[in-house]
């Protein structure tokens, strides 16, 4: 990916000095999934590109400004930090092309924060975690991430490279797009309301479709910047099939429960990336009303 030089975005929290978890911060949701202490792989990766498990249950509402949270200081990342430096770049990127998408749709994108956090996190989310994985809060609208992911991602998970790295973020970013739009309040409503499997149904198309969302900043990203590579695509789809639902129970459980996915199978992932980043429309992007997944 070409990135080194583009512009860097003011969004940017970096708050790892004051890393480790020893604040305190908000709990919330009785301890559900949030704080786990065990890092299994299996555990880890199965958080990993969730929305929170608090937005889930529904305890919070999308809309209005963003929720004050008290958190530890932050600064700007220090300049000779480069995957800091990386974070903000495609951060940036990801501004441009959704600000631009937004007013095509008469509407105006209010850019979420990203908070580089090491270990453990007051969010207005409950307290996140860094096994969690990458995670957006739409609280406080800001995406959350400790970037260990990243080698977690390239040693562990068999997802390398710096596209596949932008992807994880660009995802993110497409839960905040969700809730700008008042898709996650929506899909919220409906929880509590129908059945688990309805509600597992309900998230892997709210998954799926950060995904093409994803696939549709890349798209725009390219035409504009022409950030991609030899190889980016593929790095992008193996990270988005390395993490589809089939393939982590497989791995972890040596079985595959369809009605249990959260996140959709790895070649639904795959192929809303792809639709994203084929056509680069938002409308495109429309998992709710796919009638095929
Ligand atoms: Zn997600």
Not at 36 to 64: C, D, K, Q, Y
Not at 82 to 111: C, H, I, N, P
Request: aromatic residues 8%.
């Amino acid at each position: 990916m070409k990135w080194e030089g583009n512009r860097q975005s003011d969004n940017v929290e970096d708050a790892r000095a004051g890393g480790g978890g020893g604040r305190g911060g908000i709990r919330l949701g009785g301890g559900r999934g949030i704080g786990l202490g065990t890092v299994a792989i299996a555990l880890v990766a199965g958080w990993i590109f969730g929305i929170n498990p608090l937005t889930v249950l529904g305890l919070l509402s999308g809309g209005g400004a963003p929720m004050e949270v008290s958190q530890g200081p932050a600064t700007k990342p220090p300049a000779d930090d480069k995957m800091a430096q990386f974070v903000s770049t495609v951060l940036a990127d990801t501004e441009d092309v959704w600000r631009a998408q937004f007013k095509q749709m008469g509407a105006t994108y209010r850019e979420p924060k990203l908070r580089l956090f090491r270990g453990a996190e007051p969010t207005a989310c409950g307290t996140g975690q860094a096994a969690m994985g990458p995670f957006y809060c739409p609280g406080d609208e800001k995406v959350y991430i400790d970037l260990s992911f990243y080698e977690t991602m390239r040693t562990r998970m068999g997802a390398p490279g710096d596209f596949a790295q932008a992807y994880v973020i660009a995802h993110e970013v497409g839960h905040h797009v969700q809730h700008l739009m008042g898709i996650t309040a929506k899909v919220d409503g409906m929880r509590g309301r129908v059945s688990e499997a309805q509600q597992n149904g309900l998230s892997v198309r709210l998954e799926l479709q950060a995904d093409c969302f994803a696939g549709v900043w890349a798209h725009h990203a390219q035409s504009a910047r022409q950030i991609l590579e030899q190889g980016d695509v593929e790095e992008a789809m193996n990270a988005a099939a390395q993490i589809g639902d089939d393939n982590l129970q497989r791995k972890s459980q040596g079985q595959v429960i369809p009605e249990s996915f959260t996140h959709g199978t790895s070649a639904q992932r795959v192929r809303w990336f792809k639709t994203g980043l084929q056509t680069g429309s938002v409308a495109q992007c429309n998992t709710f009303e796919a009638r095929q997944l």
